[in-house]
């Protein structure tokens, strides 16, 4: 008899759960919208994390419904999710109708986990609150004031080259490129000597890759904490390692106490962190508010420029003619400021930011642009009703590989960004920085370091495509950020 009542309930559960699932992705459908058809339990996340790249993954659903409408319904597991297709659609919710679309929606838990609560996840007022006040850290006369801490890690990057040149002349550009990143990051932002292009067991370069490269959740389990965030905080859920948490936490107390103490300013941004904290302001930042923002800095500004770094020094191994016309123009520029690398020497390398905007539209670090309806939004034109709460994924590597923004969309033409090819493109066409509001902050800071670290690699080095290197190239997506199975190996040769 218990038995049977046993097996009546699980018998009723599941077909009430079966019945709900089945409601629950019926929901596209119902508004008549066009949508992929979801699979059990998964929705459209099967295999993200672990044979798919996410923005790949978005990438088939974009292709495959391109032209049925403004967009296309999918599901994060049981949560409906809207991917823009249309460009005007896209520009719309990041700059035009922002109100209805200024948070992220991700997860985040400032109580166990105080590194989360960053400029990337902070909705609302409180994103609104810190962005204002971090922005001016971020000017072009700021970045000038920085340039020459940046010139002084390059000159440790020269020497690194150098002797790998002439020692076991292949390079694993990721490992040498995050080091640079990592070093001047840690001096920018910090104000710390990390100098792990020298020291091969820096716990500065070591945890920092980890937040990338053994991050505490995979990508699917990532999309669960989204899709289930209130419940996720409830039950003290994390986003970062607890060791990753520790080391930040204590090395940015040990900086600002120390800092404090002996009155030091360096005129980085840890010095504007400090003076928001305690400069008697209105609304001063708390101390964790600060750790956080001190940490998305570091690990936002580290890994997104080398992978950067490393996929451009990539497609210049692949492509001599284009490596050769970078390096003379790099000479031509440096010969026209007397052979210095100074901040306007690199601001005038035009050439230069076509080749790192074309390694940006094949490769951007983050491949969506994630955002949430913030109030119901009617999307013009249609009478489409996207319901406040939904999540929307904006297909940056998507709409950057499209054919019909850019023809041979998978080859590396960087006159792809002549002012003339710009022009003639949709403004939406090409957005590796994201727009509007939230558009990286870090932008400015970030082509400088990059175009340093080309400028640094390409003057008296050349590079061409290793054994070693797997192609064609297997994308990976830990953490959301785009990376490579197996890293990129380069043959290097000194030139002079
Ligand atoms: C090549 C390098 C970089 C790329 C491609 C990149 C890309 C992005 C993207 C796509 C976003 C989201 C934009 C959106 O949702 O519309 C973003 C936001 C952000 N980035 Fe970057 N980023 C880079 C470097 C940096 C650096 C160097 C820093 C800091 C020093 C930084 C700090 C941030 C922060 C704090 C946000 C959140 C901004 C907000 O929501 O207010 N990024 N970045």
Redesign the pocket.
Known sequence: MVFLVILTSIVCLTVTFVLWMRKRFSYWKEMGAPYEEPSFLYGNLKGVGKQDHDGQLIEKFYRKHKGRGPFVGIFFFLVPVVVPIDLELVKNI?IRDFNYFHD?GLFYNEKDDPLSG???T?PGLR?RR??NK?SPA?TSGKMKTIFPLIVKIARRLELKLNEISTSESQVDIKDIMARFTVDV?GT??YGLEANSLEDGQNEFFHVGMSVFENPRHGTGFTFLLLAFREYARKLGFKTFRDEVIKFYSSTIRKVVDYRLANNIERGD?MDILIRLHVGGNEEPLTFNELLA?AF???S???E??S??LQFCFYELACNPVIQEQTRSHINEVLGEHGGELTYEAVADMKYLDQV?AET?RLY???GN???EVTQDYKVPGTDFILKKGTSVM?P?YAIQRDAEYFPNSTSFNPDNFTEENIKSRPFAAY?????????????R???M??KVGLVTGLRNYKYTLSERTGRPLKLQSKFFLTNVDGGIWLNIERLK
């Open positions: 990041l992220r960053h400029l990337f902070l994103w810190i962005r971090l971020f990051i920018c932002a941004f923002q998305v800095f570091h936002a500004g580290f997104t420029s992978s950067t790192i940006l951007p670090p983050a642009h994630i955002r904006i940056i957005l590796p920085f994201g727009e509007g509001p939230h558009m990286c902050i870090g932008a800071f970030a082509m370091q990059v």
